[in-house]
């Protein structure tokens, strides 16, 4: 059995200062113990966040890192900074990313090896634009990022990562896929894990749903048989994302 992870990502929002005080305002509010929940924070908010969630059932992620050790490479941050700060989680290749700063599934295939030999747990996006869906090249294209950025990772290591399937018309937008748009394609990617891998790999890594996720969509999506949580945006910024965490209440 897949347990859900539902995790929020902050985006470019929250001060440190008000980062602290939306950790204290959610406290009681995402109190589930049947599913993992992460808050993918501003680097800046990580130690603050760290120290705010010290004992609660929270864990902190990041949203990027840089897929070198160490060095000259002014502006960016590595594994070994995010793990020695307590961090968990970390998000690779978000849409945004890719679209405003030209991340490429190489990319993100070099952060998630380096996020892998830190023990840190890759969240791995992947996602489709509204004209891809027109045109049907939703599935080849979705198969294409899964490629390149599991190559060269073991079976043993994929099951570490984290798959969050998030179509760009549905992010920010209020535009939900439906249900059964969520799960084809969730089910096609275990469908192609399986092939890249075995069967036992693909049934074992979770898959999240992102886009427009909130508390009033949350129940319907995350029945669906390969939807193993949420990637939330704009809902984690407020006491809806509690609502999502009990989902199942
Ligand atoms: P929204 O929930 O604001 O649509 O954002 C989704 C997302 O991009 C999460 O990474």
Not at 1 to 29: F, Q, V
Not at 125 to 146: A, H, P, V
């Amino acid at each position: 059995m897949r347990k859900k992870l539902i995790a929020g990502n902050w985006k470019m929002n929250m001060t440190p200062s008000e980062g602290i005080a939306l950790i204290g305002t959610l406290k009681d509010l995402v109190k589930n113990d049947e599913v993992d929940v992460c808050y993918c924070v501003p680097a800046i908010d990580i130690v603050p966040a760290v120290e705010a969630t010290k004992g609660t059932n929270v864990a902190i992620g990041a949203q990027n890192l840089y897929f070198e050790e160490k060095g000259a490479y002014t502006g960016e941050i590595s594994a070994s900074m995010l793990v020695d700060a307590g961090v968990k989680y970390v998000i690779m290749g978000h849409s945004e990313r890719r679209g405003y700063f030209f991340e490429t599934n190489e990319d993100i295939n070099k952060k998630a090896k380096k996020a892998l030999e830190h023990g840190l747990t890759p969240i791995m996006c992947c996602g489709e634009s509204l004209e891809q869906r027109q045109q049907g090249l939703t599935i080849s294209w979705i198969r294409e990022q899964i490629k390149v950025g599991f190559e060269g990772i073991s079976a043993e290591d994929a099951v570490k990562i984290v798959i969050a399937y998030e179509p760009i018309w549905a992010i920010g937008t209020g535009v939900t896929a439906t249900s059964e748009q969520a799960e084809e394609v969730c089910a096609d990617i275990r469908k192609y894990l399986a092939e890249l891998y075995d069967a036992k790999t693909a049934d074992t890594i979770r898959i999240l749903y992102g886009g427009s996720m909130n508390a009033a969509n949350a129940a319907e999506l995350l029945a669906m048989a390969d939807i193993d949580g949420g990637l939330i945006g704009g809902a984690s910024l407020k006491t809806d994302f509690g609502k999502i965490v009990n989902y199942n209440k």
